[in-house]
């Protein structure tokens, strides 16, 4: 059995439906928004991704912050080495920095990420079997 399943399908804000950006994913991910409100410029969403999944390489045009929740996970800048990101783990993802993130391999994880509303994304590529493996 894949470690931290129940963890992270029973977190604290829930593991939300089958994400809608898929088609930017190696794998099934989940989506769960908790802020999308008028009176405020942030958006905040829990992202979930069953083991192995991960993101394209992508870059927003404003900062994104991760917060590691459950479960573990990894996270990559373009040019830098793989890291691990833990729950309680709190990553500052640079304005127009590509980068990708998810899963390990062997573990479900979920993030929240939270960003300004008027921050666009850029996708890339899918991240190699190779570069995940790296």
Request: proline share 4%; charged share 25%; glycine share 8%.
């Amino acid at each position: 059995m894949k470690k931290f399943k129940d963890e992270v399908q029973n977190n604290l804000f829930g593991i939300g439906e089958k994400n809608q950006y898929g088609e930017f994913f190696t794998g099934q991910s989940y989506l769960k928004t908790l802020l999308d409100s008028p009176d405020t410029d942030l958006l905040m969403a829990n992202v979930s991704f069953e083991p192995g999944c991960r993101n394209n390489w992508h870059a927003h045009n404003d900062y994104q912050i991760l917060v590691g929740i459950a479960g573990e996970g990894f996270y990559q800048i373009d040019g830098q080495a793989k890291k691990v990101l833990h729950p309680g783990e709190v990553v500052v993802i640079p304005k127009n920095t590509k980068h990708w993130h998810g899963a390990t391999d062997d573990s479900w994880f979920c993030h929240l990420a939270i960003m300004k509303k008027s921050a666009k994304t850029t996708w890339g590529d899918p991240v190699t079997d190779d570069e995940y493996l790296a």
